[in-house]
């Protein structure tokens, strides 16, 4: 074993942990610790956020409009390059609620067979 063998080693052992730390990192980030959360010593505790921003909207390059959600409050905030203003204050509203529909026609047309339905440019 000569001298360039043991070199070849210790670069792939380095290269080996690199990549490993590496992935350690992003899964960390990405919240990937799956069953075994304890390991993160840096994550926070899984709980329900109470800070969100809901929605932005940029104004110009300087200053954008955001609607910030905290608790049960919606702010507006307009936050600008040398200073951020609270434009409004309100209760936030209930997040919609999506369920599955049935379609009309459908439900039409199984309680009356033989009733046609009409559509945009044809008649009858």
């Known amino acids: 074993m000569d001298q360039l063998d043991i070199?070849?080693?210790?670069?792939?052992?380095?290269?080996?942990?690199?990549?490993?730390?590496?992935?350690?990192?992003?899964?960390r980030r990405a919240g990937w610790m799956g069953p075994m959360p304890m390991l993160d010593r840096w994550s926070t505790p899984a709980r329900k956020r109470r800070l969100s921003i809901t929605e932005?909207?940029?104004?110009?390059?300087?200053?954008?409009?955001?609607?910030?959600?905290?608790?049960d409050a919606e702010h507006v905030l307009l936050l600008g390059a040398d200073r951020e203003?609270?434009?409004?204050?309100?209760?936030?509203?209930?997040?919609p609620v999506f369920e599955p529909l049935a379609p009309?026609?459908?439900?039409?047309?199984?309680?009356?067979?033989?009733?046609?339905?009409?559509?945009?440019?044809?008649?009858?």
């Open 56 to 71: 932005t909207l940029m104004l110009d390059p300087r200053r954008k409009v955001v609607i910030v959600r905290v608790d």
């Open 104 to 124: 009309d026609a459908l439900d039409a047309e199984a309680e009356n067979p033989g009733a046609s339905i009409t559509r945009l440019g044809q008649s009858q």
């Open 7 to 27: 070199i070849r080693y210790f670069a792939a052992l380095i290269l080996v942990l690199g990549l490993l730390g590496g992935f350690a990192v992003v899964a």
């Open 85 to 95: 203003q609270v434009l409004d204050r309100a209760p936030a509203k209930d997040e």
